[in-house]
Nanobody
Framework: QVQLVESGGGLVQTGDSLALSCAAS???????MGWFRQAPGKERDFVAA????????KYADSVKGRFTISRANAKNTVYLQMNSLKPEDTAVYYC?????????????????WGQGTQVTVSS
């Protein structure tokens, strides 16, 4: 069984930076790791995902150039560095993982999820 625990959320102002972490426990060897976010009343949207080796990375267009995903397999942890934050980035951010998701940008293909961490960006 895989468990994911996110941390690092908080309240920041427009233009600030924030770093999220997701610590995984259990068998995650070879897994893709992803970040999604969900604003109130909206669907859970793809943010970024990274392959096991880190050689393949995907970003949502809305965060390209501002967010950076990375992972430290020795620590079983994936990170999301968020820069130049905007009010529209406000959401609960979730970490997800799966051995081989067919489409990294679709939330329903991930079998394991964290509990989420709130990110609020004030204007």
């Amino acid at each position: 069984q895989v468990q994911l625990v996110e941390s690092g959320g908080g309240l920041v102002q427009t233009g600030d930076s924030l770093a999220l972490s997701c610590a995984a426990s259990g068998r995650t060897l070879g897994h893709v790791m992803g970040w999604f976010r969900q604003a109130p009343g909206k669907e859970r949207d793809f943010v970024a995902a990274i392959s096991w080796s880190g050689s393949i990375i995907k970003y949502a267009d809305s965060v390209k150039g501002r967010f950076t995903i990375s992972r430290a397999n020795a620590k079983n942890t994936v990170y999301l560095q968020m820069n130049s934050l905007k009010p529209e980035d406000t959401a609960v951010y979730y970490c997800a993982t799966d051995p081989s998701p067919p489409n990294w940008e679709v939330a329903s293909v991930y079998n394991y999820w964290g509990q989420g961490t709130q990110v609020t960006v004030s204007s």
